[in-house]
């Protein structure tokens, strides 16, 4: 397996991991996410610290995110995959520092295959200004 397609199947696992627990009825904690994570899956260093920066960083991503967003949004009331594709992108980017140009393309990747319509377009400018 190339570099490439190890970095994407661990994205993908960052995504899948991020939205079930957004999906549920309450945010896990990060000792929850810590546990579950040495319990239940088997992922690479990378991915497990990508989720753990999510889990510890969330507040400062929705504040990011926050007033960047039209008048009216709330972070809180986006789509799960929304909140999603930030948290992610967002976290893999202040961890490990991907290149900004491949991280917004496989955020519209992921919205493009997911998201609905109407929200793609705030996707790509808000990661743009976040990204720098």
């Known amino acids: 397996m190339s570099y490439r397609n190890s970095?994407?199947?661990?994205?993908?696992?960052?995504?899948?991991?991020?939205?079930?627990?957004?999906?549920?009825?309450?945010e896990s904690t990060e000792e929850e996410i810590l546990k579950d994570l040495e319990e239940n899956y088997n992922f690479n260093?990378?991915?497990?610290?990508?989720?753990l920066y999510y889990s510890k960083h969330k507040k400062e991503i929705k504040n990011?995110?926050?007033p960047l967003l039209k008048e009216n949004w709330f972070f809180?009331?986006?789509p799960?995959?929304?909140?999603?594709?930030?948290f992610a992108i967002i976290s893999e980017y202040t961890l490990?520092?991907?290149?900004?140009?491949?991280?917004?393309?496989?955020?519209?990747?992921?919205a493009n295959?997911?998201?609905?319509?109407?929200t793609i377009s705030y996707i790509n400018p808000i990661l743009e200004k976040i990204l720098n």
């Open 7 to 26: 970095k994407w199947v661990n994205r993908n696992q960052v995504i899948e991991y991020i939205y079930a627990d957004l999906s549920k009825t309450e």
């Open 45 to 51: 260093q990378q991915t497990i610290d990508i989720i």
């Open 64 to 66: 990011q995110v926050q």
């Open 76 to 78: 809180k009331r986006l």
């Open 80 to 86: 799960v995959i929304d909140r999603t594709i930030f």
């Open 96 to 110: 490990i520092k991907t290149k900004k140009a491949i991280l917004i393309s496989e955020a519209m990747k992921i």
């Open 113 to 118: 295959s997911y998201a609905e319509f109407k």
